[in-house]
């Protein structure tokens, strides 16, 4: 009798493989899904760890911030006592380093502030509402002008649609920016600002317009990060965190922030916003 013919034993992957496929390319499908899998969670547990390093860095911000301020309060507090009570005994050049402390502590203090108002947004959830956006811009020129009435300034408000956010949040966003009109328009003779918005697709964009001080667009990666300046403190006050702060509340609602500008030019400020939700139930 004919010896029996022997075939080799089938191959794991071959048996798994579909009709028509080729055992080769379901290993690859194979190796291509564990290794997607791999990816996200190796995603998933960056994400989470980068969460966690937020809010430890958020609340060592704060309880940093919130400790500095009581020692702040005491020299300043204690400069003045000695200034009222002792300064005219004082010659000229002792009283200006006093006032220089006092002056180095107010920036401080100021600093303190915006880093606590920093800290505040990554903790705060977001209450989204129907906004009156030409509504909030009225209400900060008002803050503005009272603080500047020595200051020959106009305001024009342009079309502004409705938007949805957290009218807490964008109410300082328009503090910072409309701030920063009025302080980079502070050499003019006469501060020109315009607001105004219009709808871009499902979002809303926004901006803030002046005829001020401008800035160097080749500077601009620096523009929104913490402690940055593009100018000099000497010439225009500020610690360098407002426009960190805006950036951070925008990003906060999905939205988008950026700018334009030239040197002795004047600057534009730009951020997005949700359209108004049907969500909203108004």
């Keep these: 009798r004919p010896a029996p013919l022997l ?3 089938p191959r794991a992957d071959a048996a798994a493989a579909l009709p028509g496929q ?4 379901m290993i690859g499908i194979a190796r291509d899904i564990t290794e997607r899998k791999q990816t996200e969670e190796e995603l998933k547990k960056r994400t989470a760890q980068l969460e966690e390093a937020n809010r430890e860095l958020e609340a060592f ?14 020299i300043n507090g204690f400069t003045a006592m000695i200034l009222k009570k002792q300064g005219d005994a004082f010659d000229e050049d002792t009283r200006s380093k006093f006032n220089v402390i006092r002056e180095n ?3 401080m203090g100021q600093l303190i502030e915006d880093l606590l108002n920093l800290s505040r947004i990554g903790r705060k959830a977001i209450d989204f509402v129907k906004l009156d956006m030409a509504d909030l811009v009225r209400e900060v020129w008002k803050e503005v002008q009272h603080s500047n009435q020595e200051r020959a300034m106009t305001l024009n408000i342009r079309n502004m649609p409705a938007a949805s956010g957290d009218r807490a949040f964008i109410h300082e966003v328009y503090v910072n920016l409309i701030g920063n009109a009025v302080k980079f328009t502070k050499y003019c003779a006469a501060a020109q600002i315009e607001a105004g918005g219009y709808t871009d697709g499902n979002e809303n964009v926004y901006y ?3 005829n001020g001080e401008g800035f160097d667009m080749a500077y601009y990666e620096n523009l929104f990060s913490a402690f940055q300046r593009l100018h000099s403190p000497q010439d225009y006050e500020g610690t360098g965190i407002g426009l960190t702060i805006v950036q951070r509340i925008i990003h906060k609602h999905g ?3 950026w700018a334009e500008g ?6 534009t400020f730009y951020f997005s916003l949700p359209g108004v939700s049907s969500e909203l139930h108004i």
């Design 7 to 9: 075939l080799p034993a």
């Design 22 to 25: 080729k055992p080769g390319a």
């Design 61 to 74: 911000s704060y309880s940093v911030s919130h400790d500095l301020q009581t020692p702040l309060r005491a």
């Design 105 to 107: 502590t107010r920036r």
């Design 208 to 210: 803030i317009r002046d």
């Design 255 to 257: 939205g988008r922030v």
């Design 262 to 267: 030239k040197q002795g030019k004047g600057a």
